[in-house]
């Protein structure tokens, strides 16, 4: 049987993993532009303490979307 442990730090191991987040949102920009205009965001992965990046949950995105239409 499996640890959550290792099931969490397995989940990171396909990840693209960035040592910084300004690599991060860098790369999260490009693939932005490339999904033409899709939310993509940076985050710092709690497992293994790198930056990955990825889609918003629905919350996140709500919240998001919410701050464009402000400006």
């Known amino acids: 049987m499996t640890s959550k442990r290792r099931l ?8 693209v993993q960035h040592l910084s987040e300004a690599a991060a949102i860098r790369a999260a920009r490009a693939v932005q532009a490339k999904s033409q205009g899709a939310p993509v965001r940076a ?8 930056w990955h990046i ?7 995105l709500q919240a998001l979307r919410a ?5």
């Open 54 to 60: 990825g889609t918003p949950d629905s919350r996140k």
């Open 8 to 15: 969490r730090r397995r989940s990171c191991e396909s990840k």
């Open 43 to 50: 985050y710092k992965c709690p497992h293994c303490g790198k």
């Open 67 to 71: 701050k464009q239409e402000d400006r």
